[in-house]
């Protein structure tokens, strides 16, 4: 199986600042089959970013994603009280399909 | 807009199966996508359970000797069944669309989920 790691394990910032957020994969990961999620409390996640750097639909330019092989980030430049939420990456390269740990995002 | 709803019991019994069914609205569950379940057991991470595509399925082998997922298109819905649970088995149960776009592949609609306990 591919194992995602992602760090950190909690980020706290303060409104505005800069989030980065690091997925490593034990294997390389085509970058088409690199996804982020993000989940709010008490609900369900939602697509964020698709093909490692593709935003979803309706998702604000603040994100954006990047990477290859074993490495990717989604950023969130300058960051809104809303964004507080738990960030997942996800692969599909190989099977079984996989998700990271997850990186909380706090907003101080 | 497509709308994915999941129902069932929300307590089963240890050894006893976990069965769920999602309804999906908006598209039809006999188009070409990939009708997934995937689980969050309490303030833990995602898991992925399995998907029906195409008259196919693809599980977790984690999970598979216990699983099987099925669909209905009459009434467009699709199905978990989840055979001789735990408590490791205790989770909200999501179902999702999977879709495969441009040799991309991302799950795009999620439902709200269901909490299944497992317990006597």
């Known amino acids: 199986d591919i194992v995602l790691t992602q760090s950190p394990g909690t980020l706290s910032l303060s409104p505005g600042e800069r989030a980065t957020l690091s997925c490593r994969a034990s294997q390389s990961v085509s970058s088409s089959y690199l996804v982020w999620y993000q989940q709010k409390p008490g609900q369900a996640p939602r697509l964020l970013i698709h093909?490692?750097?593709s935003r979803a639909a309706g998702i604000p330019d603040r994100f954006s994603g990047s990477g290859s092989g074993t490495d990717f980030t989604l950023t969130i430049s300058g960051l809104e009280p809303e964004d507080l939420a738990v960030y997942y990456c996800?692969?599909?390269?190989?099977?079984?399909?996989?998700f990271g740990g997850g990186t909380k995002v706090e907003i101080k | 807009q497509v709308h994915l709803q999941e129902s069932g019991p929300g307590l089963v019994k240890p050894s006893e199966a976990l069965s769920l069914t999602c309804t999906v609205s908006g598209a039809s569950i006999s188009s070409y996508y990939y009708w997934s379940w995937i689980r969050q057991p309490p303030g833990k991470g995602l898991e992925w359970i399995g998907y029906y595509y195409s008259g196919n399925t693809n599980y977790n082998p984690s999970l598979k000797s216990r699983l099987t997922i099925s669909i209905d298109t009459s009434k467009n819905q699709f199905y978990l069944n989840l055979r001789s649970v735990t408590a490791a088995d205790t989770a909200v149960y999501y179902c999702?669309?999977?879709?495969?776009?441009?040799?991309?592949?991302?799950?795009?609609?999620w439902g709200k989920g269901a909490t299944v306990s497992v317990s006597s």
């Open positions: 999702v669309r999977g879709n495969q776009q441009s040799y991309e592949y991302y799950m795009d609609v």
């Open positions: 093909g490692a750097s």
């Open positions: 996800q692969q599909y390269a190989d099977s079984p399909l996989t």
